[in-house]
């Protein structure tokens, strides 16, 4: 798709989206149960520094809550995918990650790598620089060779766009692109840029993408009372560190 047509489909979403969605920025009146508010979320451990031993333990806290996922970096799929073998528990593993300017050859190889070693969902990171530029075409079609190693190897593609780094057009443009390539989920953040996941750029994504594609709020997620306020936004996924404690925030 062209720019220019690309430009012609965010006119006509226009202004009002934020109008329409904005009732649903307030934070949900009643908590989901606990167990349902763990297969919300992906368990996440991304740090460059984490352990062996650290990484174990987000394991067997996602087997015993039942998280939607653990959410690692390439190296330790292998590691998790034994873990969590015999559960419901996913394998999300990040490619291109956390700064999206890879190679899309380097990006497609990556996905292909994580799926052999146990992966069922590829968190991608954009290529933002090449948006912000306006250069959709290539961001549409990094989103689009990843998608495709990814869906046939039986793994769904969350996009993250780095909404920080983005205004709203952009980030309207972003989740167009998204759908079109074929992604599965929208995602708001690494979580290592300047800024994490917001209720208006989750409520804006969502009306975006419809019901047609998933929305995953991540960055910055700390408590049970953020955990509402990003589903009540529109987020149907999760990315947090500490799970652990929104669960039992949950229970008590």
Not at 68 to 76: E, G, K, L, Q, R
Not at 126 to 140: M, Q, S, Y
Not at 211 to 239: C, H, P, W, Y
């Amino acid at each position: 798709m062209t720019s220019p047509e690309l430009n012609q489909l965010v006119a006509q979403i226009g202004d009002e989206i934020l109008a329409r969605v904005a009732p649903h920025l307030l934070p949900a009146r009643t908590a989901a149960d606990p167990a349902s508010i763990a297969r919300y979320i992906d368990h996440t451990i991304l740090r460059p520094g984490a352990t062996r031993s650290e990484v174990l333990q987000v394991a067997a806290e996602a087997r015993q809550y039942g998280f939607a996922s653990v959410c690692i970096n390439p190296y330790w799929v292998p590691l998790v995918a034994h873990e969590l073998a015999g559960t419901p528990v996913k394998v999300c593993s990040v490619v291109g990650f956390p700064l999206g300017a890879s190679l899309a050859a380097s990006k497609r190889e990556e996905t292909a790598a994580v799926i052999r070693l146990g992966a069922r969902e590829v968190d991608m990171v954009i290529n933002a620089g090449a948006l912000i530029t306006g250069d959709f075409d290539t961001v549409k079609m990094d989103i689009q060779g990843i998608v495709e190693v990814a869906h046939a190897g039986g793994a769904i593609v969350k996009v993250i766009l780095e909404t920080c780094l983005l205004d709203d057009n952009q980030k309207m443009i972003a989740c167009s692109l998204a759908g079109l390539a074929g992604a599965d989920f929208v995602k708001t953040s690494t979580g290592f840029s300047r800024g994490g996941a917001t209720a208006h750029d989750v409520a804006l994504m969502r009306s975006v993408v419809g019901g047609q594609m998933g929305v995953k709020a991540s960055g910055g997620i700390r408590t049970l009372e953020d955990f509402r306020l990003m589903v009540a936004a529109g987020a149907n996924r999760i990315g947090a560190s500490r799970s652990v404690q929104i669960v039992e925030a949950a229970r008590a």
